[in-house]
């Protein structure tokens, strides 16, 4: 199975990104865990993105918060999926990131999940690595159902209890 490389702007962002390295793990999908930011370091940000597919990556996931540069700076270094997550910050809470992430010109596209939505951006990309998969497809079949089933009884229960 090729791997996800989860990619934060700083360690600040490590709360948000714990989230997503959560579920990842929970299928077992390999990761690669990097801080790079776009603007202090963007050689070498553009170097990894460069390098992502000769070095086993078939789904990047950005993490940065303000002006989230981050994952449209990924984008345009190489050719694999990226996910970005806008993470919230003190001064606009995370639209400033939000906006940044998700509004990328034509021909760079960024998958865009809500903000500070790291486990969405995880869900994503195994659903991306499932589509060559069966395992991890099996795998998201399984989670789904159990969600439902869980919804279900919260409202069977609720059901039996006010109606």
């Given at each position: 199975?090729?791997?996800?490389?989860?990619?934060?702007?700083?360690?600040?962002?490590?709360?948000?990104?714990?989230?997503?390295?959560?579920?990842?793990?929970?299928?077992?999908?390999?990761?690669?865990?990097?801080?790079?930011?776009?603007?202090?370091?963007?050689?070498?940000?553009?170097?990894?993105?460069?390098?992502?597919?000769?070095?086993?990556?078939?789904?990047?996931?950005?993490?940065?918060?303000?002006?989230?540069?981050?994952?449209?700076?990924?984008?345009?270094?190489?050719?694999?999926?990226?996910?970005?997550?806008?993470?919230?910050?003190?001064?606009?809470?995370?639209m400033d990131a939000l906006l940044s992430t998700v509004m990328m010109p034509p021909?760079?596209p960024v998958a865009t999940v809500g903000v500070d939505g790291a486990k969405n951006?995880?869900?994503?990309?195994?659903?991306?690595?499932?589509?060559?998969?069966?395992?991890?497809?099996?795998?998201?079949?399984?989670?789904?159902?159990?969600?439902?089933a869980a919804v279900l009884e919260a409202d069977a229960a609720l059901q039996a209890?006010?109606?």
């Amino acid at each position: 199975m090729k791997k996800v490389g989860i990619v934060m702007g700083s360690t600040s962002d490590l709360p948000v990104v714990e989230k997503a390295l959560a579920v990842l793990q929970e299928y077992g999908v390999p990761i690669e865990v990097r801080v790079l930011s776009a603007h202090r370091c963007p050689e070498e940000a553009a170097a990894f993105a460069r390098s992502a597919r000769e070095s086993g990556f078939s789904v990047l996931i950005a993490a940065a918060g303000m002006a989230a540069h981050l994952a449209g700076a990924l984008a345009a270094n190489c050719s694999l999926p990226v996910i970005g997550i806008p993470c919230k910050g003190a001064v606009l809470e995370g639209m400033d990131a939000l906006l940044s992430t998700v509004m990328m010109p034509p021909g760079v596209p960024v998958a865009t999940v809500g903000v500070d939505g790291a486990k969405n951006a995880a869900l994503l990309a195994v659903e991306i690595l499932a589509l060559s998969d069966e395992s991890l497809a099996a795998k998201l079949e399984a989670a789904r159902a159990a969600n439902r089933a869980a919804v279900l009884e919260a409202d069977a229960a609720l059901q039996a209890k006010y109606c």
